[in-house]
């Protein structure tokens, strides 16, 4: 993501232009009427579609029938069992206005889906209360297909109630099926109540009768008109490409807290238990601890904002109660608790600055053999834009550089993998910690002027052996730090086939033409908009395609559609001008290194049961299910000797050597927070079973062999 700062002025003054630009547009409901706020938000997103996307759509009659479909079906009823095929008919007098709306038109497809909806409602909760008062014949010989893409809405009241009727079946299914392995395995345990299976069935029902009642107590009281609409400006946003958003207020505070690891709260993490909220953790140091009356178990029933009335949260999921609870500094917070004993009060609570620190850079040392390598774990591109002295994951990856270089490593292990990006700034200081300066990337907008972002450091922190971890999780700044390592022959990036392949910079504008549309933080909400692409050194786009690994490994997930180019509103690939810049000196000869991890993974059979289950994997999404107890059970076998060998895939038959940093430990065992200890401690044992970290750590002690041979012909040269 680009973010304000680090703008170059002529975007800046290409906004502020922008807003006179719109103001002369003079675009307006053209009925006398002035706009609501549905309308503002949708107009000013349709102008800024328009006029500064990279690659707009034309908002047409066209774009208008793919909303109108994506919106209905995807985030409306993707399960197609609320709405008729009647309902639609009805909507489809909207289907070619959509894009009237947008551009200028009054607000009327949301709040007539929003009738209809509300009424379907209650209709579709007495459906599945209904069928799920009496017991399911599992000795049927029937099948259901549930591939949302491949489902239509029901013609009349009967098909949706048999479209209910088998999804339900399934639901009690699995859980019934789960229930008898449990008697199985129990039978014969003192204090074990052995159930009959018409007792297992009732009470297979019951737990699936939970679970639609907490997820329609959501639908009815947590889902609003307002929310509704919100989903329709991210469809339209969304489909100009998967990266273009909106965020309405909380929503961008939030994505904010995420990036920068700071937020406002009480410093208690929540977990969902049977329906409720319930405190999971409460950290040291904290306003929930300092109170001395919130603890582990309380379930919050209520929040409220100072002396405002309390919401209830009641259908609200975890990620819901986190928005009300947080906030901002120094402001009170009030929640009703219920405790463990039963009893209820309301603690009041101010909040405070709370750090996310186990979301930064952290080191690690692997022994091996052959030597001591490095590891660091970076779990995202974190930067605090709003705090100049806030964390940077930038500097926190030097730090732990230093930290590793005081321990005398042989060579580091850089881990991308499942890293989805971040700060554009904070790569390229990244990229420059490994280089003897030049450019790190391009940047290029709609008017086709690319830009180069330069390493203009030529000292360099780290020039020993580097390895980079990635996977198809691996996308944006994690792909620019990968692409340009790549390209200066600098290290070896392993992992799957290719990367997720996101090659475009969003920016976060405010929906505020007042301000210019500069300030990020509307009432209105904010737009995450593409304004460019980015584009390696070597001229390549690494959008749709990623980044090719030099040294593959096989993935759990590699069949499977997940990446960029799995999605149809993907923007495309192409490529530019190559840049000037000079490889690394000291470059390494991969024939062997890929010769001599590709043996290795040969002969690993373990390797071998992930390609093979890859495959399985990418077939259960699009899988017709029976709903007949013995078949059920025949394909449980069957998928639960493959779960097997996927669990043991993570296990290797010998842990590896892997030690925290003594000061590291130092410092978490010193805040005296037992959960957070046991989190680190937990991160270390997966590490000593990491199957993809033991074949990097092996492919890294090859180049250390290399390197050193290299390092000695250069220098000799």
């Known amino acids: ?34 706009p609501t706020k549905y309308e503002k938000i949708l107009h000013n997103v ?36 609320v709405l008729l095929q009647s309902d639609i008919q009805q909507l489809k007098k909207y289907e070619t206005k959509i894009d009237d709306e947008i551009l200028g038109g009054p607000v009327q497809f949301v709040p007539a889906v929003s009738e209809i909806y509300k009424k379907r409602l209650p209709e579709t909760e007495d459906i599945y209360k209904e069928i799920l008062s009496k017991p399911f014949d599992f000795s049927k010989d029937e099948s259901a297909n549930f591939n949302d893409e491949k489902l239509d809405y029901p013609k009349n009241e009967a098909d949706r109630k048999e479209a209910w009727r088998k999804r339900l079946k399934y639901m009690t299914l699995e859980r019934y099926y789960d229930l008898m392995e449990d008697r199985e395995k129990n039978k014969g345990k003192e204090n074990f109540e052995v159930k009959t299976d018409e007792q297992l069935e009732a009470e297979a029902r019951s737990r699936v009768l939970n679970i639609l009642n907490r997820n329609y107590d959501r639908l009815k ?58 405190i999971g953790s409460v950290l040291a140091g904290s306003p929930a601890l300092k109170s001395g009356e919130i603890a582990i178990g309380d379930a919050i029933i209520k929040v409220a904002q100072g002396a405002a009335e309390p919401v209830d949260l009641t259908g609200y999921t ?43 850079a952290r080191s690690a040392v692997i022994n091996t053999p052959k030597g001591k390598l490095g590891f660091i774990y ?72 690319p830009q180069i972002y330069f390493d203009r450091d030529k000292s360099v922190l780290y020039d020993g052996p580097l390895a980079v971890m990635v996977n198809e999780f691996s996308a944006s700044a994690s792909e620019i730090f990968a692409a340009a390592i790549q390209d200066y022959d600098r290290g070896v990036i392993i992992g799957s086939t290719s990367t997720y ?33 980015f584009y390696r050194i070597n001229g390549g786009s690494t959008q749709l395609r990623g980044v090719a690994s030099d040294v593959n490994i096989p993935d759990i997930f590699e069949y499977t559609k997940i990446r960029e180019k799995d999605n149809p509103d993907a923007l495309g690939w192409d490529e530019i001008q190559k840049a000037d810049y000079t490889r690394w000196k000291y470059g390494l000869d991969l024939g062997p290194i890929r010769k001599a991890s590709a043996e290795r993974l040969k002969s690993n059979p373990l390797f071998t049961t992930i390609h093979n289950n890859a495959e399985w994997l990418a077939k259960q999404s699009d899988k017709t299910v029976s709903l007949s107890l013995k078949k059920y059970q025949e394909e449980q076998k069957k998928n639960k000797a493959i779960a097997k060998q996927i669990e043991n895939q993570n296990k290797l038959p010998h842990e590896l050597n892997v030690d925290p940093l003594v000061e590291d430990m130092k410092r978490v065992e010193a805040v005296g927070d037992v959960a957070k200890l046991e989190r680190f401690k937990n991160w270390l044992k997966i590490l000593r079973n990491d199957p993809y970290l033991d074949e990097a750590t092996n492919v890294l002690n090859d180049m250390v062999t290399q390197t050193n041979l290299v390092y000695a012909k250069v220098n000799k040269n």
């Open 501 to 533: 392949g996101k090659g475009t910079v969003q920016r976060n504008i405010g929906l505020d033409k007042t301000m210019g549309f500069l300030d990020p933080n509307s009432e209105l909400g904010t737009i995450k908009l593409t304004l460019q692409k």
């Open 318 to 360: 975890v990620q819901d109660a986190v928005k009300l609870i947080r906030g901002k500094k120094g402001t009170e917070v009030r929640l009703t608790v219920k405790k463990t004993d039963g009893s209820v009060k309301t603690v009041t609570l101010i909040r405070d600055e709370i750090i996310q620190d186990e979301t930064f």
């Open 46 to 81: 349709g102008e800024m579609l328009a006029e500064i996307h990279y690659s707009p759509k034309k908002i047409d009659d066209n774009f208008s029938k793919e909303i109108f479909k994506k919106y209905l079906g995807e985030k409306i009823d993707d399960q197609k069992d």
């Open 378 to 449: 970076l779990p995202e591109f974190y930067a605090d834009f709003d705090n100049p002295k806030g964390a940077r994951c930038s500097e926190d990856v030097k730090k732990e550089i230093i930290k590793l270089k005081e321990q005398k490593v042989d060579g580091i292990i850089m881990d991308l993998r499942n890293n989805g990006g971040g700060s554009l700034y904070d790569v390229v200081q990244m990229v420059g910690l490994f280089i003897e300066g030049g450019p790190i990337v391009q940047v290029k907008d709609r008017e086709g002027k």
């Open 1 to 34: 993501m680009l973010q304000r700062k680090n703008l170059p002025i002529v975007l800046l003054l290409f906004g502020a232009g922008l807003f006179l630009a719109f103001r002369s547009l003079g675009l307006g409901l053209g009925n006398g009427n002035p």
């Open 221 to 278: 009281l947590k889902v609003s008109d307002d929310d509704r609409f919100n989903e329709y400006v991210k469809t339209i946003t969304e489909s100009m490409d998967p990266h273009t958003t909106f965020m309405p207020p909380v929503d961008k505070r939030y994505f904010d807290e995420e990036m920068s690891g700071r937020f406002f709260g009480i410093g208690a993490s929540l977990r969902e238990e049977d329906g409720n909220i319930k």
